[in-house]
């Protein structure tokens, strides 16, 4: 192939080409589409392994125990001719339901801070999936 021409005095040390890479720019050599698939981090690392409650099973546990205990209080308590049994089953749904799911979600948060102790450490190593290529 032929060579681009070049001024007649040679060319300018100056001047930079234009194929030329950035000093300060960290891409790769092939361009930036390269894929990134070979750089997965590093082969070990120490990872925490815990087992973890779910605070919202305690808290909609907490809710539910809220609402038997409206239900019983409701059917077991006296009966009031002002108001009608739906309405006091909803006054009480509201005040049992509320603190039971208050409840459920302070357990569900005390276990998690006890299962933050119980916390365990492990030395993971990466392996290929795609040995097979």
């Not at 933050?116 to 990466?126: I, M, Q, S």
Request: proline share 9%.
């Amino acid at each position: 192939m032929t060579e681009p021409p070049t001024s007649p005095g040679g060319p300018d040390e100056s001047e930079v080409p234009a194929t030329s890479p950035d000093p300060d720019r960290h891409e790769p050599e092939n361009g930036p589409a390269e894929d990134q698939s070979t750089d997965r981090g590093p082969a070990e690392r120490e990872v925490v392994v815990r087992r973890a409650p779910s605070v919202i099973a305690f808290l909609i546990t907490g809710l539910v125990i809220g609402l038997i205990v409206a239900v019983l209080s409701t059917v077991l308590g006296p009966a009031d001719q002002k108001y009608t049994t739906g309405a006091i089953f909803g006054m009480m749904a509201v005040i049992f339901g509320t603190a039971g799911a208050v409840l459920g979600a302070l357990v569900g948060l005390i276990a998690d801070r006890r299962s933050r102790k119980k916390a365990t450490r492990f030395r993971a190593v990466r392996i290929d999936d795609d040995v097979e290529k």
